[in-house]
């Protein structure tokens, strides 16, 4: 390392606050936001006004609101003064900050499409080019690529929220952090993991290939105490190392499954083989990468409500559900300077779930684990609709089995369901016990007795004759006409 890049990262390491967190601590996440709050209330009289006292004292979970609609104000304030996007936007809505005074007003402010911001993301850019440190592309999993903006003071904002989270789950100088994201090509979450690593004074390897034994050997080289990776790809590890490793025998301290749902089947099978917490974490590129993550309750997953607001709603009225009611997650990026989203579209299926949390979290909220996306669910037979998590937790937990895709197809009025399996070991009990599976989902046989599908079909093809792939299209829909398509 120069001595430039040293004192550049001495200026960074002072600048995060979660420096300031001890290692050990399990509140990291909460009293890393709770400072945020803390900040604010001393720098701003109208905060202080909104709370209603002239101490801050300890803070409730209605402080923590009252700081988001403030936030949200001022950072809508901020992009109709310099995004060409949101000017029009809300001033064709006749909507101004200051109508926001509630959590209900919220639902004033019109949502932001993520098809406006692949269309355009200029128009979204509230500062001058020089003033972009980063630009990230979306995965595109949905259609076109988005492009983001963000500027140093982002990028170091969200360093710093990676590093007060992964001090959360347990991480301290001692350990190293093994980061797995191979066949991501078009962002890069192993970079932005990696700089919360080096500035948090934290060990971490960024290791990419596909290649398992390589992962492994890459494990043992490095003391790996921690993995952090995309959920299937750390499954795949999982189920084809497993026979081979005492998995056990590696200490593992906490698995991170990042990027796709994480079911329970698969949970299970990481935690009995490796011996360690399998934790959850969501994020989109759109927010930065990082906006929550679970706690050892495997009830939901923390957010950073400082920097973050998120809603639960009914995707068709747009209007706000319940505490662990099943909605959509509209985010907005309180604090982001770059291209800042207010009210954004996730299409991602969830909850909210208010605190407190057994783990000690009083203030901070928790999204439920995301059930899947608006635009992968389908619908079969009767139109009962069906997701990949619904298939990944009858097919995963059958011995043998590290992945599977799903084709639709349509047969004069049936739908037809092939699964190609990809297994380990002897194929005849897998497809047995993997039909079995299928037809005990009540999906599966009330269609079937319907006669609106035929009889699902098995293909097994042996492990390693397909290259690994990120898993967002588990479900291959080629029936003519579909309707299905939400949007
Ligand atoms: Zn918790």
């Known amino acids: 390392m120069s001595i430039l890049q040293r004192v550049k990262l001495a200026i960074a390491r002072r600048r995060l606050s979660s420096q300031r967190i001890a290692f050990g601590s399990d509140k990291a996440l909460e009293v890393w936001e709770e400072n945020k709050v803390r900040n604010e209330f001393k720098r701003s009289p109208e905060l202080r006004k909104a709370i209603g006292r002239d101490e801050l004292g300890t803070i409730g979970r209605r402080d923590m609101r009252e700081y988001q609609l403030h936030k949200f104000r001022q950072q809508m304030a901020y992009v109709m003064e310099n995004s060409y996007y949101y000017k029009h936007k809300f001033e064709a809505a006749g909507i101004r900050p200051e109508d926001i005074r509630t959590w209900d007003d919220l639902q004033k402010v019109p949502i932001t499409e993520p098809a406006d911001l692949a269309a355009e993301p200029f128009t979204f850019l509230c500062v001058s080019q020089s003033k972009v440190m980063r630009v990230f592309s979306t995965s ?6 988005k492009r983001l903006f963000y500027t140093q003071n982002d990028v170091l904002n969200i360093v710093d929220s990676i590093a007060a989270a992964l001090k959360t789950v347990g991480m301290t100088d001692k350990d190293t952090l093994q980061i797995m994201f191979p066949a991501v090509a078009a962002w890069d979450p192993g970079l932005m993991l990696d700089g919360a690593c080096k500035v948090a004074g934290m060990r971490s390897v960024v290791s990419s290939t596909a290649d398992v034994d390589e992962q492994i050997r890459t494990m043992k080289d490095n003391g790996t105490t921690m993995m952090i990776g995309l959920t299937s790809f750390l499954y795949r590890v999982t189920i084809l190392a497993k026979g081979r490793y005492d998995l056990r025998s590696f200490g593992m301290k906490a698995i991170i499954c990042s990027a796709e749902p994480l079911s329970e089947a698969m949970r299970r099978e990481m935690i009995s083989s490796w011996g360690c917490p399998v934790l959850a974490q969501y994020g ?8 929550s993550i679970e706690c050892d309750q495997y009830d939901g997953l923390h957010l950073n409500d400082a920097d973050f607001l998120v809603e639960c709603v009914d995707p068709e009225t747009g209007k706000h559900v319940g505490d662990r009611q099943p909605g959509e997650l509209i985010f907005t990026s309180l604090s982001m300077e770059g291209s800042p989203l207010i009210r954004y579209r996730s299409y991602d299926l969830s909850c909210a779930i208010e605190p407190p949390c057994g783990c000690g979290f009083r203030t901070v909220g928790k999204i439920g684990k995301v059930q899947g996306r608006l635009d992968a669910q389908t619908k079969i037979g009767y139109g009962q609709k069906i997701y990949p ?4 937790e009858a097919i995963l937990p059958v011995p043998g089995v590290i992945s599977y895709t799903l084709q639709l197809e349509r047969e004069g009025f049936r739908d037809r369901l092939t699964f190609t399996v990809e297994h380990e070991g002897d194929p005849a009990p897998v497809k047995e016990k993997v039909l079995e599976a299928l037809n005990a989902l009540d999906e599966i046989s009330s269609a079937i007795e319907n ?18 792939s990120p898993k967002s299209k588990t479900i291959i829909d080629k029936r003519p006409n579909y309707d299905a398509a939400q949007k």
């Open 284 to 291: 989109m590129t759109e927010m930065g990468l990082a906006t």
């Open 389 to 392: 998590l619904l298939f990944d």
């Open 451 to 468: 006669d609106l599908i035929s009889p699902p079909e098995v293909v097994l093809i042996p492990a390693g004759s397909v290259e690994f």
């Open 140 to 145: 595109g999993t949905t259609g076109t690529r």
